[in-house]
């Protein structure tokens, strides 16, 4: 079974900064999908970024990109300026290439300060 | 497009007693899933679909069953609530060969 680590249940950021949030995952699949979704208070899901394990090429969004080391299991997430707006739960899953549901880390709570 | 409906939004329940969740979506995805929201937690699969009138379990099945008898409808059943079972509960749809899930608003349900 595919594991989804988050060790940063709290993380905190001033307004306009950057701030990384991290993903460790455990796989022995060779071709899979990463994810980061977003949850804010009004509880929906909404999905930030995707990364394609067989794209060497790191995922970009606008504000929000991710920094994929494939050896060493490691997806996290980089917002950029950050907005007021960012303040959410953050969710690292995963999606083996064979498979249909998500394998979701506990989460990290971003609180941004003015 | 509504997208992913859940209905109801809230529920409060005393052990014991049943109920369903419906999860609808207007997207023609193949795929449907049910998932659980704990405190602390990230969502845990409980059951998934892959087409109409299929059924899987997830990591989490015990104590609920689905049924998906239209392609649009994905239903989750409470027969005898327990405590154990108060938590969020998330639908999901994906279409065929497309890894992005699409999230319903979630229903809080309550079981005392």
């Known amino acids: 079974a595919q594991t989804v680590t988050q060790s940063q249940p709290e993380m905190s950021v001033q307004e306009a900064e950057t701030v990384t949030l991290s993903c460790t995952y455990d796989?022995?699949?060779?071709?899979?999908?990463l994810f980061w979704y977003k949850q804010p208070p009004s509880r929906q899901m909404i999905l930030v970024i995707r990364q394609e394990a067989y794209k060497q090429q790191n995922a970009t969004e606008n504000r929000f990109s991710v920094n994929f080391q494939k050896a060493a299991k490691s997806f996290s997430l980089k917002i950029s300026d950050s907005q007021l707006g960012d303040a959410a739960m953050y969710f690292c899953?995963?999606?083996?290439?064979?498979?249909?549901?998500?394998?979701f880390g506990k989460g990290t709570s971003l609180l941004v300060t003015p | 497009n509504a997208g992913v409906t859940q209905t109801p939004k809230f529920r409060v329940l005393k052990t014991g007693q049943s109920m369903t969740l419906l999860c609808a979506q207007d997207?023609?995805?193949?795929?449907m899933y049910w998932y659980r929201q704990d405190p602390g937690m990230g969502l845990r699969l409980i059951h998934y679909?892959?087409?109409?009138?299929?059924?899987a379990k997830g990591e989490v099945p015990d104590g609920y069953n689905v049924s998906r008898l239209k392609k649009q409808n994905f239903l989750l059943g409470l027969e005898s609530a327990a405590p154990s079972q108060t938590s969020v509960y998330f639908c999901?749809?994906?279409?065929?060969?497309?890894?992005?899930?699409?999230f319903g608003p979630g229903t809080r349900l309550t079981v005392l």
């Open positions: 899953a995963y999606r083996g290439d064979s498979g249909y549901a998500l394998n």
């Open positions: 999901a749809s994906s279409p065929d060969g497309i890894p992005k899930q699409f």
């Open positions: 796989t022995s699949e060779s071709d899979y999908y």
């Open positions: 997207m023609n995805h193949e795929y």
């Open positions: 679909s892959v087409g109409e009138g299929t059924t």
